[in-house]
């Protein structure tokens, strides 16, 4: 039950901020391995980039990938932050006096994010080709022609196999230890504060809303750099033995981020990343936290009946 509710909660954050991964991913793409200056830019900003794909391919491109995202969604961050409830439920994410471990908290949710991110990297694979895809006069990024989700999961296999489909994989796990450990560790220590400073009343949603928006930002943060090589690296084109032909892995990639476009290029997209990163975390956490306590409230209400039922 954990691992669906936690599912549930991420899902329906991704319905909202879908459009703004779709922004993000093309804002991380545009003038890659180019010096600054040295190329058109069709997306300034996030509100220009959300304007420009509306303009260029309608509305409905702001929800391109939206089946595979909520697919992602659902397997990562059901396993995610499944385990992670497991893991605090267990107690091991406190220390012996009840009070909430940082440490602990980190540890966990790397761990926990490692296990959702590699299971789920083929669905992240056609996620980013699906939302990179646009018309040429907005293109960015090597394009991939697939026709939709399934389309692209089975052409991806016939030609590489089930190697290909985890291509990627590699950048997938150090970019969701990152975001997840610290995501994790600053909702369970900032909802600890806030029960602490006694700001709401015990059980408060807003103790989980004010976790959550605390936390967005130190994910934002810590976790960009880490998206934007990730994202390079799933969407980059092949040869025929399904090997990348721009970046050999994942410290290649990062390397000649830096060097041809500076530290700047691995902030690319921080805007639209926090405007789709933030309101999912709150979003995401919010609802998991509310579902967990609903569902504990009436576990224990069931176990306090049964020993009176016939």
């Not at 646009?134 to 030609?159: C, D, N, P």
Request: hydrophobic share 35%; charged share 15%; with cysteine.
């Amino acid at each position: 039950m954990e691992f669906l509710m936690a599912g549930v909660a991420a899902c329906g954050a991704c319905v909202f901020t879908n459009p703004l991964e779709v922004v993000k991913t093309r804002m991380q793409l545009q003038g890659e391995l180019r010096p600054r200056g040295s190329y058109p830019r069709h997306y300034r900003n996030v509100f220009h980039a959300t304007y420009t794909i509306c303009r260029a391919d309608g509305w409905p491109a702001l929800q391109r990938g939206l089946l595979p995202a909520l697919l992602y969604q659902f397997c990562m961050n059901g396993i995610r932050l499944g385990t992670y409830s497991v893991i605090e439920d267990a107690g091991y994410t406190s220390t012996q006096d009840g009070r909430i471990s940082g440490t602990r908290c980190t540890l966990s949710g790397a761990l926990a994010g490692v296990a959702g991110a590699f299971l789920s990297s083929p669905i992240y694979l056609v996620k980013t080709h699906l939302q990179t895809q646009s018309t040429s006069t907005i293109a960015v990024g090597h394009q991939y022609k697939h026709e939709g989700m399934f389309h692209a999961l089975m052409t991806i296999y016939r030609k590489h196999g089930v190697t290909g489909l985890w291509r990627g994989s590699s950048s997938a796990v150090p970019r969701v230890i990152v975001g997840s450990s610290s995501q994790l560790s600053t909702f369970s220590t900032v909802k600890q504060f806030t029960n602490d400073l006694q700001v709401f009343q015990p059980g408060s949603w807003l103790v989980s809303l004010t976790a959550g928006m605390v936390s967005s930002i130190f994910v934002v943060l810590a976790m960009t750099p880490f998206d934007v090589v990730s994202t390079r690296l799933y969407n980059q084109p092949v040869d025929r033995k399904g090997k990348g032909v721009i970046y050999r892995g994942y410290l290649d990639c990062f390397a000649r981020t830096v060097r041809k476009e500076g530290l700047y290029g691995l902030y690319k997209g921080t805007g639209a990343s926090y405007f789709r990163l933030g309101p999912h975390t709150i979003l995401s956490l919010f609802l998991w936290e509310e579902m967990r306590k609903y569902y504990w409230k009436e576990k224990r209400a069931t176990q306090r009946q049964a020993p009176g039922q016939l």
